[in-house]
């Protein structure tokens, strides 16, 4: 089942929730939807269930206009974030609900029913809990459940609201891997709704950025990372640090003192300009330290910074570091004033670095937007 939705826009007040979003998601493709809360994402997901109406624009199944078809003939499941079962009925009953409640003359017998929700509960790994009410279930036990009963009357679409939302990191990463292989074999047209960027670029063929009622890019998780089409964009996908300098002569002159090269450059001199850098594309070295590049007037070539504070979780040291000159304290800096670098926790304990010491950092990598502070 295909879906194509067209310049669909829609207020709630005075709140433009979606402007004029256009979007083609193909047949058994797997897409996530995501943003900042009230950007937009789960109005678009309501209206393509039919739970509400877009003001303009249209909605298509397979090229078929839905745009004012009931929720309960457009064929889709639901998987909400707060799971939905019915407390009072055990587990084989709730995934067998949606089927009891087809028409009469639509309903399969209650033998086609057990078989069927025997062979869903299989699929999700809990044929075992089959007679368990959901207050005995745990929290990701839940949430399979009320998959394998979005999934029972054999929708064409399925929608997914935040459905990992709810959970401990451990079991969202546990049931986001089990999310993509049970899609890989059944191959229904899914869309899924969340705020977490390692989830959608984890988990999704396609991740559509929605920002204030808008897709802002749209791609595979590979090609939105490393080609970020906006600031917004590039701030969204993972920890970024924002430099700010001007543009001249094919370079970057960062107020941090330091310059870099830039293709966005080489025609916009004078242009106020806007380098982003991930925290992994700083290199860190000593102030001072042997070999180091100087500039025309002696200092070195990269940001001289200070060491506020080092954090070494597992194989990563996060450093967070301040800019030479910036007369705040580790403690009361603001987060736009500190700058992020992370190296290898080995090469951290190799160079015995302190809290307190100057170091450099020379980005590696950057990506250059030019003359869009109203975009920040």
Partial sequence: MSIEIRNV?????????????????????????????????TTLLRIIAGLETPDTGSIHFSGADTTDV??????????????????HMTVFDNVAFGLRMKPRRERPSEAQIRDKVMNLLKLVQLDWIAERYPSQLSGGQRQRIALARALAVEPKVLLL??????????VRKELRRWLRRLHDELHVTSIFVTHDQEEALEVADRVVVINQGRIEQQGTPQQVWDNPASPFVYGFLGDVNLFKGRANDGRIHLDEGMQIDSPEARHADGAQAFAYVRPHDLDVERYGGPGQALDAHGRPRGIVVQLARAIVVGPIARLELIPEGNTQS????????LIEAQIPAQQFHDMGLRDGEMLVVTPRRAKVFLDVAAGI
Avoid at 11 to 24: K, P
Avoid at 70 to 87: I, K, M, P, W
């Fill in 330 to 337: 580790a403690d009361n800096a603001s987060s736009d004033a």
């Fill in 9 to 41: 826009s829609k207020q709630f007040g005075s709140f433009q929730a979606l402007r004029d979003v256009s979007l083609d998601i193909g047949s058994g493709e797997l897409i996530a939807l995501l943003g900042p809360s009230g950007c937009g994402k």
């Fill in 161 to 170: 609201d935040e459905p990992f939302g709810a959970l401990d990191a451990k």
């Fill in 70 to 87: 009931h929720v309960r003939e457009r064929g889709v499941g639901f998987v909400f974030q707060h799971y939905a079962l019915f407390r």
